[in-house]
């Protein structure tokens, strides 16, 4: 009796959730409070916000999801470690079977806390670190950010506890790429990187000045070595959001996505299974068909694009439109000629 | 008898009726049959092999001797992918 029934377990949990409209994977924003003034950031109100979840209900809503079926949970800010709670919430996620990841800029962990979060067996905490502390230090505008957010990935990481280092290449930190590649090897962590810089939230597009040029980019992704997607179905161009990933905001909103901004309900005064179930907004998503994306269903690169509809939304207006970022990435990433 | 649990660093959610279990150190993803997950279940710190086997056969079609076998293949199985600790 072989515990795994599949070839595949990840492509196969993929499709049951997906056809079953199981909410597998999500992200908890728990503040939008953060003590960093990250040059990129798309959260606006970084600074005394109110009216975030409190402790119960935050450990409601976790409920709820395993209820429903969650098991990939990431918890983001702000900076979550700003919350008193933080450590409380993870080991409540974790008596609940959450598989845990946890996005931090790592300024604020104790020694304690890194002790708390090795004993409760998290998959990851992810560290934005921008680069050399000097370039680090300028894009998060807080001197000594780039020693105590080192310091703490290595204390988590001789804890035993899975590290990412990851970070948004951009204009003023593309050229210590290889720099931090050779620092995550060096300290045992995986490094994430992401070449697109969002709006942000109140659809201010000024951070994308950040953005890294062409010529950067290029050197960093070379030309024809983007394979297509594996098993790529033209659907792939609505993405995941909606179908078996959601997110929550700190307000309580329920979002198909961080990035996808439609507000479906909210937590404080709806349950999460009646929204997920019965929100009008994400049935209407739920059946779009790729044809829904007209010029991008007949684009030739379409295969290697990585569009997302949040980000058509949000920098061009219209999530069944063409994403200008997608449309620049796939022309670099492949060396085609994008349509 | 020794009492079975499920290890400490596994992530898992019962999906479409079958337990997926995530090892959290490796992010490795398992997916347990109908059987496996029905003992899955009934995985708990209390329950030893022979409690499991007993369990199995007044649940399902098996005699006691099949789902001894049964249940010590599973159990083995999921010993060597460091999904069990045994008390």
Redesign the interface.
């Given at each position: 009796?072989?515990?795994?029934?599949?070839p595949n377990?990840?492509t196969?949990?993929f499709n049951?959730?997906y056809c079953?409209k199981?909410p597998?994977s999500g992200t908890v924003e728990l503040t939008k409070n953060c003590n960093l003034s990250c040059v990129h950031c798309y959260i606006v109100s970084k600074k005394n916000n109110r009216r975030e979840l409190s402790t119960a209900q935050v450990k409601k809503l976790l409920r709820q999801l395993?209820d429903e079926?969650?098991?990939y949970l990431v918890l983001t800010g702000g900076e979550v470690f700003l919350r008193p709670d933080i450590i409380e919430i993870c080991s409540y996620a974790?008596k609940l079977?959450?598989?845990?990841r946890i996005f931090t800029n790592a300024t604020l962990i104790s020694g304690k806390q890194i002790q708390q979060l090795a004993s409760l067996?998290?998959?990851?905490v992810e560290i934005s670190l921008y680069g050399r502390e000097k370039t680090h230090d300028r894009i998060t505008g807080l001197p000594g950010s780039f020693n105590k957010c080192l310091s703490a990935a290595k204390e988590l990481l001789r804890h035993?506890v899975?590290v990412a280092l990851k970070t948004p290449l951009m204009r003023g930190n593309v050229k210590d790429y290889s720099f931090l590649s050779k620092l995550a090897a060096q300290i045992g962590a995986s490094l994430k990187v992401d070449p697109t810089i969002t709006p942000a939230e109140d659809g201010s597009k000024n951070i994308l000045k950040h953005r890294a040029d062409d010529k950067m980019l290029e050197k960093i992704y070379p030309k024809n070595k983007r394979s297509p997607q594996i098993g790529y179905d033209t659907s792939d161009l609505l993405c995941s959001a909606g179908h078996n990933f959601f997110a929550v905001n700190s307000k309580g909103d329920i979002l198909p996505c961080l990035q996808l901004p439609l507000v479906l309900g909210n937590i404080k005064n709806q349950s999460f299974k009646s929204v997920w179930r019965d929100s009008a907004v994400l049935n209407n998503l739920r059946g779009l068909k790729s044809d829904s994306v007209k010029i991008c269903s007949n684009c030739p690169d379409a295969p290697y694009c990585q569009r997302c509809p949040g980000l058509a939304l949000t920098e061009d207006g219209d999530m069944f439109g063409p994403s200008s970022i997608a449309c620049r990435l796939v022309r670099i990433m492949t060396g085609r000629h994008s349509s | 008898m020794e009492k079975i649990k499920k290890a400490?660093?596994?992530?898992?959610?019962?999906?479409?009726g079958?337990f997926?279990?995530?090892d959290?150190?490796s992010?490795v993803?398992?997916?347990?049959?109908e059987?496996?997950s029905f003992l899955w279940e009934r995985i708990n710190g209390k329950n030893s092999e022979e409690d499991l086997s007993e369990i199995l056969s007044g649940e399902f079609l098996v005699t006691p001797e099949q789902a001894k076998r049964?249940v010590s293949?599973?159990v083995e199985?999921?010993k060597k992918?460091k999904?069990l600790e045994i008390l």
């Open positions: 009796m072989p515990p795994s029934k599949g377990p990840s196969n949990i049951v959730s079953a199981t597998l395993a079926g969650t098991l974790r079977n959450f598989d845990l067996n998290i998959s990851a035993g899975p | 400490k660093h596994l992530a898992y959610r019962k999906i479409g079958i997926f279990v995530v959290s150190r992010s993803l398992h997916e347990l049959s059987t496996a049964d293949e599973f199985e999921l992918a999904l």
